[in-house]
């Protein structure tokens, strides 16, 4: 079936670090992925998406590329804030999908 | 105002008990859910309504029974509540079935003891 893995966390940054969350999937067909985020206390929120190969989504500073021949889609952000510590979410939808099959999430600490 | 709203936030409650959780969204949106999360954060679907119509049932024990008396709403009924069942519960809702933009509530948090 569809899976989606995620490096295993925390990951542990100083402020203006450079980002990057690995996550690769295994979907039937072209699947669209996405990135969701989880701020302490809070529901997850979409952060960007991706519909097919090449596509990049960005949003916040923060981007992913669909890549089809490494069947991955790492979240990637040059210089990350306090601010941005939380839970990164890797999901994806097969064609004609009823719902999101989401990663095991990576937590992301940011120190000043 | 909020868009997607969980009633209670926090219950804590003994084993063998019946709870509710109450979702409403004020979107608009045709397609609501219902996710669990452990304690180590993963996440997964248990039910998704279309227009108050289940489509997805994802292998959930009896014990968990959906209601969706209108497309705004949708109540997670839990009976003989079990101790691995303490978990968060998201409510979440979505324009379709096939957008993959999904608005969640804030969780609700369930602790059986």
């Known amino acids: 079936g569809d899976s989606v893995t995620q490096m295993e966390g925390p990951v542990t940054l100083s402020e203006e670090a450079f980002l990057t969350i690995n996550c690769t999937y295994t979907a039937t067909g072209y699947p669209s992925l996405f990135w969701y985020v989880q701020y302490p206390g809070e529901g997850l929120q979409l952060l960007l998406k991706?519909?097919?190969?090449?596509d990049k989504g960005s949003n916040k500073g923060f981007e992913a590329t669909y890549r089809k021949e490494t069947t991955s889609f790492h979240l990637e952000k040059g210089s990350v804030q306090v601010s941005d510590s939380a839970v990164y979410f890797c999901a994806l939808g097969s064609p004609g999908f009823q719902k999101l099959v989401f990663g095991t999430g990576t937590r992301l600490l940011v120190s000043p | 105002d909020t868009a997607v709203s969980q009633t209670p936030k926090y219950l804590v409650t003994q084993m063998g008990n019946d709870k509710s959780i109450k979702c409403e969204q004020n979107?608009?949106?045709?397609?609501m859910y219902w996710y669990k999360q452990d304690s180590k954060k993963f996440l997964k679907i248990m039910f998704s309504y279309n227009n108050k119509e289940l489509i997805i049932n994802e292998t959930v024990p009896n014990r968990f029974s959906p209601k969706s008396p209108d497309k705004a709403h949708l109540n997670l009924h839990i009976n003989s509540l079990e101790l691995g069942d303490s978990a968060v519960y998201f409510c979440?809702?979505?324009?379709?079935?096939?957008?993959?933009?999904?608005?969640f509530g804030e969780g609700s948090r369930l602790t059986v003891l």
């Open positions: 991706a519909t097919k190969a090449d």
């Open positions: 979107l608009g949106h045709d397609t």
């Open positions: 979440a809702s979505s324009p379709g079935t096939n957008t993959g933009e999904l608005f």
